[in-house]
């Protein structure tokens, strides 16, 4: 079993920066990629940007150029650096590890952190 825990959030005024952390713990932990995601109220859950396991990362446009992920696996850490924060960045920010084992891809989230950026 995996946990996943993030902090990190808080309220941040716009073109402010917050760090992310998302910390695991539990059975061994070699994640094929993890990812951060996103939800504002009334709004489904999306898609922020993913970093694998050789490092490779994406972003959604939205955030390009603005925040950054990076994981320390000594640590079994990710974290997200979002700079130049807009009051729409606003939202409960997810971390999820992905795992696959043979040919079974099992996803693991973690309780999410509020992030709050006022104009």
């Known amino acids: 079993q995996v946990q996943l825990v993030e902090s990190g959030g808080g309220l941040v005024q716009a073109g402010g920066s917050l760090r992310l952390s998302c910390a695991a713990s539990?059975?061994?932990?070699?994640?094929?990629?993890m990812a951060w995601y996103r939800q504002s109220p009334g709004k489904q859950r999306e898609w922020v940007t993913t970093?694998?396991?050789?490092?490779?990362?994406n972003y959604a446009d939205s955030v390009k150029g603005r925040f950054t992920i990076s994981r320390d696996n000594a640590k079994n850490t990710m974290y997200l650096q979002m700079n130049s924060l807009r009051p729409e960045d606003t939202a409960v920010y997810y971390c999820?590890?992905?795992?696959?084992?043979?040919?079974?891809?099992?996803?693991?989230w973690g309780q999410g952190t509020q992030v709050t950026v006022s104009s």
């Open positions: 999820k590890a992905v795992v696959v084992t043979g040919l079974r891809v099992y996803d693991y």
């Open positions: 539990g059975s061994i932990f070699s994640p094929n990629a």
């Open positions: 970093i694998t396991s050789d490092g490779s990362t």
